[in-house]
């Protein structure tokens, strides 16, 4: 992935950060971002507020584990293959 501003090349990391959810503040942690050497900038993508507004939901915890919930969400999947293949 490169930095969206110098485009040079950035670090994928875990950082901490906060988020808007129907108002109310969260705080969400092992967020996936990339960081960036040259701008010294940790970056999180959109895509990753949008999983953390929908794990925000599901889940309804104040603070947002995102590494947690992604290993939940792997969990469900592996649900609905063991039911698919069961029938
Ligand atoms: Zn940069």
Do not use: H
């Amino acid at each position: 992935m490169k930095c969206g501003e110098c485009k040079s090349k950035a670090e994928r990391v875990l950082t901490e950060t906060e988020f808007d959810y129907n108002g109310v503040k969260k705080q969400a942690v092992n967020v996936p971002a990339l960081y960036c050497p040259n701008c010294k900038k940790t970056v999180v993508p959109d895509m990753i507020y949008l999983r953390l507004k929908d794990y925000a939901e599901r889940f309804g915890d104040d603070i947002i584990d995102f590494t947690e919930c992604d290993n939940k969400d792997s969990e469900d999947m592996m649900i609905v293959t063991n039911m698919m293949w069961n029938m």
